[in-house]
């Protein structure tokens, strides 16, 4: 039993098939030796895999409207970036910025993260914790008609909940913020926060004779995209995984890290091509999309391969 | 049942009951609400806590090793410390290296650092591994007559099985070298690699279009001691502890950390006070014991509290 049942929104295509061929082999059903289960190590990327990254990546908005409410206080932080792009609500701004980053001018990545780091300078962990829960579970999608704490694919979900009935232990590997997920990976994809890996801002903690303070320092600890994920990832685990997610560019490497000598690996990658029920882009992938083909990576199109998006 | 018949070596005295009665409240055996078991969250210190730490801590003679080969290989290397202290067999330099520190002069730690990051510049993380795991499952202890890997307390081994068996998960926090652990952390203590927590060189991966590589670089990320175990803790697990365990004045802000206003706590300092079976010494663990006596923590000796020590 190895509760293929729970992949009901995956078609019987090609991607659901290897993903079960692949989770039978790994528990030992076709009859080779079972991957000990402590080796069963799966990373998931996380925007554009488990939940929508269109029109933005949902901490975007979250980052954006905290940029407007300290440009509403302060007014001088209107004469410079990103807080002049939120005042003129030039999300244009913001919007293209990915596509200077993969065509390899990161200017105004610099400069959102340095609005982001100014954004959280001083607030403790805890204070953190309770603005990012309140905002994805009390925050609409502009489009989708549901809100963000519903933006996951239903797929991924149940892949999740397979995976853990077939002894792996998932990670979330995403290029956002850590600490932004935390307080909403267990209800959303039953991911306990412990196993959420992202990128993190610098922390410092203050005693104060009695519990102790950690808050957030204007500086970055690590970016966790591109190399730096399979770097993260072993910093966490101490494991190559046997599986890997992801959707773009950013996961390449994480992909590649996922490979072993002599135990089967699964490496997976989202098609964003549902333009009805999701978006539909390949901009941010396109070296993601030449190495599946190359290296036969399983690709699942959100089209054909889901019954269901979320 | 919560388990206590785990704990046989410890003595039916204060620390015991301490550590029993708070765990009967974890679990709601005592009648209050149980806490939960995501919450139910415990860290340790490693060097002196959970295994020896004198005459030296473990991993420095597998460094003082490493550096010996260096300088045999590289003559240049014995003009500039680590390295002339290690080929003058000076080991006193090493000795006296953490009473500089606790004192407030890093000049020491400092220059061993740099010895140590050099020593392993370049190395990929399974080769690291390889002789980490030989050098401590093949290594003996200099006095104790036993092999390093048979230097755990057994009375601290126990605790973690008894707080397994209450639905804990523990978690070293060492200031000695997370990689360095990893290999032999669940075959000592039964805890998993993912759950190792120590400092850390920095590392960089490189594609090769296959499985790709992480190398250790000459630069550290982080030393997990002092005031940034609180903060590696939070980065890993997103949680503060309820039950944390050390030794020394690099453990107090991880003690400190260790409190809730509504959730039952414990902090456990060990106590070398054994020189039969041991050592004896409290250098290094001053603040931490006026710590303790003001804030009621509760102090293990090893000398009454354990009827064996290995």
Redesign the interface.
């Known amino acids: 039993m190895a509760e293929e049942q729970l992949l009901t929104s995956w078609r019987d295509a090609p991607a659901k098939q290897a993903i079960v061929a692949f989770v039978r082999r790994v528990v030992g059903e076709d009859g080779t030796a079972a991957v000990p289960v402590?080796d069963r190590v799966a990373v998931f990327d996380n925007d554009g895999t488990l939940w929508c990254e269109k029109p933005m990546p949902i901490q975007l908005d979250f980052v954006i409207r905290r940029l407007a409410e300290m440009a509403a206080a302060t007014p001088e932080l209107r004469d410079q970036q990103p807080w002049k792009a939120v005042s003129a609500n030039d999300l244009a701004w913001f919007g293209t910025l990915m596509t200077d980053h993969y065509a390899g001018d990161d200017t105004r990545v610099r400069e959102l993260l340095r609005g982001i780091l100014a954004a959280y300078d001083g607030i403790s962990?805890e204070e953190f914790e309770q603005r990012s829960n309140s905002f994805i579970r009390g925050t609409r999608h502009p489009s989708l008609g549901r809100s963000y704490v519903e933006c996951a694919y239903a797929p991924m979900v149940e892949l999740l909940d397979y995976l853990g009935a077939n002894g792996f232990?998932t990670y979330i590997v995403s290029g956002g913020g850590?600490?932004f997920m935390?307080p909403i990976s267990r209800d959303m994809y039953g991911i306990?926060?412990?196993r959420?890996i992202g990128s993190?801002s610098t922390?410092?903690?203050?005693?104060d004779?009695?519990?102790?303070t950690?808050t957030h320092q204007p500086a970055a600890d690590y970016v966790d995209d591109g190399?730096?994920k399979?770097?993260r990832i072993?910093?966490?685990?101490?494991?190559?995984p046997i599986l890997a997610g992801g959707n773009s560019n950013g996961d390449v490497?994480m992909l590649?890290?996922t490979?072993?000598p002599d135990t089967p690996t699964l490496r997976l990658l989202v098609l964003h091509d549902d333009a009805d029920r999701e978006f539909a882009y390949t901009s941010g992938a396109e070296q993601a999309l030449v190495r599946a083909d190359k290296d036969d990576w399983t690709v699942a199109s959100m089209k054909d391969d889901w019954t269901t998006v979320f």
């Open positions: 402590e962990v232990t850590r600490d935390r306990p926060r412990e959420v993190s922390f410092t903690y203050t005693s004779g009695h519990h102790g950690i190399p730096e399979p770097v072993w910093n966490r685990t101490g494991r190559r490497a590649e890290f490979q072993h």
